[in-house]
């Protein structure tokens, strides 16, 4: 398993874009193309920006959705896998 970068940020060859409701990770890289709800999953690509650290990740999302921290902890850090395994983020320190 790769390392969850510190303050998780998205490269700068994705681009992404609400196509029919549901949002989609375009790697212009690689033409590779993701999608994600667009609830949770995509706020939590929007905090991506390189200035939140991952606990500051979970616990915006934990009062944002009204939710306590613990049970959102393993679906934020899943996704956030996802994403450095799909070679989207990078360290944004």
Known sequence: MTPLPNTPKRKEQ???QNVDGTRVLLNLAN??????DDGVGFRIWELCDGSHTVPQMIS???EEYDAPADDIKADVLELLEG???EQLLVNGN
């Open 31 to 36: 033409g590779e193309y993701y999608t994600l």
């Open 14 to 16: 994705i681009i992404a």
């Open 60 to 62: 915006k999302i934990a």
């Open 83 to 85: 994403f450095v395994t």
